[in-house]
C-alpha cells in the first residue's frame, strides 16, 4: 500500500465517483448543479470567496452573482444552512479582491447563510484550501477558489465576452478541480466543519441526508468506485501539530517514478521538492519531468516575489538536467499579446500509478506554512485507475497542444516519451513553449528573501519586522506571550477602574437624578444635540457605562419621540463600536475576559443568529458591552448582531420611554398622582419585557426544531 494514514495522507476513503473537472466553465457549472439540489449544508471553503462573480455563463441573460445565487437557495429551502469561509486576507491583496466580503455576504444575504473571514493561522500564513461540500455526498477540491478571473473554457481564447468580472476583462486562466462522491465527501465535510470551528469557535451539526444527491448527468465519471486519498498541511500553531502530509507525498511519489513525472503548477519554489527532481534527473534512468506553468507570476505581488524564487529552482534544475529528461513548458495561444495562460492548477502525475489535484502549490508554504487540502489516487494493481490517471493526463497534453486525448494517446504509444510527444506535435494555435531563461540575473538579495515570502514554517511578527527594518531584535517567545498578558490585564484594568469610578468617586453624585435632568436640559438646549449624544452613546458603550442610563437620559432630554429614536440609533451605534472593539481584541482577550458562561452563548448566538441576539437583550446575562464584545470576537455576523439589537432593544426603549415621561414629572413634581402613574408606567415595562422575552424565547425555540 502506497498510502500511509497520518504519515503521506490523512484519510483514505471510499468514493463513489470521481471526474476530473478541467477549466472554470465545467468546474463553476458543477458547482451551481450540485448546490441547487442541496437539501441541508453547503460548506464553500477558500482562500478567495467573490460574491460578484457568475457561475453559469452560458446564457448571457443569466446574471445571477454568487452572493444572490446562495441567498436564493436559503431562502428557497427553510432547511438548508451555508457556510463560508475565506481567509481573512492581507491588505497587500486588498486591490485584487472583493474589498467588503463581511458586508456582501454577511448583510446582503439571508440569515442561514454563514459567513466568516478565517485569521486563525500564524502570523504571515493564509488559509488556502479551495473545498466545497455539498450535504456531504458531492464535494470538490482543487485549484479553484470561488472568485473573480477564474472562469475560461478550454479554448483560452485571446479574447472572450464572458470572461469578464465586475466589468473588468481578463486573460485566459487554466485551472483543474477534482469532483468526488460517496463517503470521501463526508470526510472532507468533516474536514469544512473543523475548519469552520478552528476559525470562528462555532460547532456545525453534521448533516443527515437521505438518499443520495444527485450527480449532475452531463458531467461523465471518470472513474468508478475507488480509494481517494485526502492529503493536508496544516501549520503548527494554537498547540495544533504540523501537518505536511502533501509533502510527504509528493517526495514518496517522486522518488518511487520510474518513467515519467508530469506537473503543473502555478509556482515552483519549494527547495525540497526541487532537491527531489534533481535527484531524480540525476539518475542515469531516471524518469522524464514535464513541467508546464505560466509564463511568468501573475500579479505585481507574485512577480516580484515568487518569479525570482522560481528563476533560481528552475536554473537548479536545468543545471542537474545532464541526461536531458527535462522540459519546462508554458502553454501559448496564437493571438496573445501582452496577456498569458494563467496556469493556476496544481497537478503531480507521476508514470500512470499516482496522482494527486489540490490546492498545493510547489512552494515552501504550500509544504508547511499554509492550509492545504488535496486528493490523490494511487493505482496500485487497479487498471481502472491507471486508465483513469493516463487518460486524465492525456486531456491535459490535448488541450495545451490543440488537438485530442486520442491523437496524444497514439503520439505517445509511438514514442513512449512524453517529452517526444510534445516535440513531435505539429504546432498549430495552441502549443506548450519551452518557458524562456529568466534575462535578469538572480539576486542574493532573493534569496535571502525567501524565509519572508514563501516560508516553510510559520515565523514570528518580530521576524518580519527586523526584515523590513521596522523592529529590532527577535524577542522569545516567552515574551511574546508577556505582552499579551499585558494587554488582556490593561484591558481588564480599564475596566475595573471605570467600574470603580462608578461606584466611588464623585461620578456617583453626577448619576444622581438631579445631576441626569440638569444635563438632559442642557444637552437639548444644545444644536449639536443629536451628534453630541449619538457620539455619548459611541464613547460610553466602550467604557462600560450601563446602557439602561443612557437611555433614560436621553428620554428625559429629548421627550418621547425624538428621545426613542435617538436611544435605539444610539444603541446600535454604540453597539456596534463596540462589537468592532470585540473584533479587534481578538477571541482570546475576550473569552478571558467575559468567562465561560458567554463563550458558551457566543456559540449558540452564532448559530441561532438574530432571534437569540434579541432575547439575550431581553436577559440580564452580562453588561451591554460585554455580549457587545463576545459577539464581535465569535464574528457573529454583523447583520445578525445589528438585526437582533434592534428587536430585542426597541421594546425595552419603547417602555423606558413611557416610564421616563412619568419618572421625570414624578422627579419635578413629586406629588401622589405623579408617583403613582409613574408606579403605573414600570409595572407596564415590567410587562411589556416579560412578554416580549417568552415571544422570542419562543420563536428562537421553533428555529432551532
Not at 485549484?143 to 483560452?156: I, M, P, Q, V, Y
Not at 509511438?414 to 529568466?438: I, M, N
Amino acid at each position: 500500500m502506497f498510502f500511509q494514514e497520518n504519515v503521506n495522507c490523512w484519510k483514505v476513503t471510499p468514493a463513489r465517483n470521481v471526474a476530473f473537472l478541467i477549466d472554470g466553465e465545467n468546474y463553476f457549472r458543477a458547482v451551481a448543479e450540485a448546490c441547487e439540489a442541496a437539501r441541508q449544508a453547503i460548506y464553500i471553503i477558500g482562500w478567495d470567496i467573490d460574491s460578484r462573480i457568475r457561475l453559469c455563463r452560458d446564457e448571457p441573460s443569466n446574471d445571477e452573482r454568487l452572493g444572490a445565487f446562495v441567498d436564493r437557495l436559503a431562502h428557497q429551502n427553510p432547511d438548508l444552512h451555508i457556510h463560508i469561509l475565506e481567509w481573512d486576507f492581507a491588505m497587500l491583496y486588498s486591490l485584487e479582491r472583493e474589498s467588503l466580503p463581511l458586508l456582501s455576504f454577511g448583510w446582503k444575504t439571508h440569515e442561514r447563510v454563514h459567513f466568516a473571514l478565517d485569521d486563525n493561522h500564524p502570523v504571515g500564513a493564509s488559509h488556502h484550501q479551495k473545498i466545497v461540500v455539498v450535504d456531504d455526498q458531492i464535494a470538490f477540491v482543487g485549484g479553484f477558489d470561488l472568485a473573480s478571473c477564474r472562469w475560461d473554457t478550454a479554448k483560452h481564447a485571446p479574447h472572450h465576452p464572458e470572461r469578464c468580472d465586475d466589468g473588468k476583462s481578463y486573460g485566459p486562466f487554466h485551472d483543474v478541480q477534482m469532483m468526488v462522491g460517496g463517503q470521501t465527501a463526508s470526510f472532507l465535510g468533516d474536514l469544512a466543519r473543523r475548519r469552520w470551528e478552528d476559525a470562528t469557535g462555532e460547532h456545525i451539526p453534521t448533516p443527515k441526508v437521505e438518499g443520495q444527491v444527485p450527480w449532475p448527468a452531463w458531467i461523465p465519471c471518470d472513474l468508478g468506485d475507488s480509494r481517494v486519498a485526502i492529503l493536508r498541511t496544516e501549520p503548527e500553531h494554537d498547540n495544533r501539530s504540523e501537518v505536511r502530509e502533501i509533502e510527504q507525498f509528493y517526495l514518496e511519489a517522486i522518488a518511487r517514478a520510474q518513467s515519467c513525472i508530469y506537473i503543473e503548477n502555478q509556482y515552483l519554489t519549494s527547495h525540497i521538492i526541487g532537491a527531489a527532481l534533481e535527484k531524480a534527473l540525476s539518475k542515469p534512468e531516471g524518469p522524464e519531468v514535464l513541467m508546464v506553468l505560466p509564463l511568468k507570476c501573475s500579479g505585481w505581488l507574485e512577480q516580484q516575489s515568487m518569479g525570482a524564487l522560481r528563476q533560481r529552482l528552475i536554473e537548479k534544475l536545468r543545471k542537474a538536467d545532464r541526461h536531458q529528461r527535462l522540459k519546462i513548458c508554458y502553454p501559448h495561444h496564437e493571438g496573445l499579446e501582452t496577456e498569458i495562460i494563467n496556469v493556476h492548477s496544481k497537478v503531480l502525475i507521476i508514470d500512470d500509478t499516482l496522482l494527486t489535484i489540490g490546492s498545493a502549490n510547489l512552494s515552501n508554504r504550500s509544504m508547511g506554512f499554509d492550509t492545504e487540502c488535496n486528493l490523490a489516487l494511487a493505482a496500485e494493481d487497479q487498471t481502472s485507475t491507471s486508465d483513469a490517471i493516463v487518460t486524465f493526463r492525456n486531456r491535459l497534453l490535448a488541450e495545451h497542444l490543440g488537438t485530442d486525448p486520442e491523437c496524444i494517446a497514439d503520439r505517445f504509444e509511438e514514442t513512449g516519451s512524453l517529452l517526444l510527444t510534445v516535440d513531435k506535435q505539429k504546432r498549430g494555435e495552441r502549443s506548450l513553449r519551452e518557458l524562456p531563461p529568466a534575462t535578469q540575473p538572480f539576486s542574493e538579495t532573493d534569496l535571502s528573501a525567501r524565509e519572508i515570502i514563501d516560508p516553510e514554517r510559520p515565523i514570528a511578527i518580530e521576524l518580519l519586522l527586523d526584515y523590513l527594518g521596522m523592529g529590532s531584535n527577535r524577542e522569545p517567545e516567552t515574551v511574546v506571550i508577556r505582552k499579551k498578558l499585558w494587554r488582556l490585564v490593561a484591558v481588564i484594568g480599564t475596566l475595573l477602574i471605570f467600574a470603580g469610578l462608578w461606584k466611588w468617586s464623585p461620578l456617583k453624585q453626577w448619576l444622581s437624578m438631579e445631576h441626569l435632568l440638569a444635563a438632559a436640559d442642557d444637552i437639548r438646549k444644545s444644536p449639536l444635540s443629536t451628534p453630541i449624544t449619538l457620539a455619548i452613546y459611541v464613547v460610553g458603550s466602550c467604557f462600560m457605562v450601563p446602557i439602561t442610563l443612557l437611555i433614560l437620559a436621553t428620554v428625559l432630554g429629548f421627550g418621547p419621540y425624538k428621545g426613542f429614536v435617538l436611544a435605539l440609533s444610539g444603541s446600535l451605534l454604540g453597539g456596534l463600536a463596540s462589537y468592532l472593539l470585540g473584533r479587534w481584541l481578538g477571541r482570546d482577550v475576550v473569552r478571558n475576559l467575559a468567562g465561560k458562561k458567554l463563550n458558551r452563548l457566543s456559540r449558540k448566538l452564532a448559530q441561532r443568529g438574530w432571534l437569540t441576539v434579541a432575547v439575550v437583550r431581553l436577559l440580564p446575562i452580562a453588561p451591554y458591552t460585554i455580549v457587545n464584545m463576545v459577539a464581535g470576537a465569535t464574528h457573529i455576523s454583523t447583520r445578525s448582531f445589528l438585526l437582533g439589537t434592534a428587536v430585542g432593544m426597541i421594546p425595552g426603549i419603547l417602555t423606558l420611554t413611557l416610564f421616563g415621561g412619568g419618572l421625570e414629572k414624578a422627579l419635578r413634581q413629586p406629588d401622589w398622582q405623579n408617583v403613582t402613574l409613574a408606579a403605573l408606567a414600570l409595572g407596564l415595562v415590567l410587562l411589556i419585557l416579560i412578554v416580549g422575552r417568552r415571544w422570542l424565547t419562543r420563536r428562537v425555540e421553533n428555529h432551532a426544531t
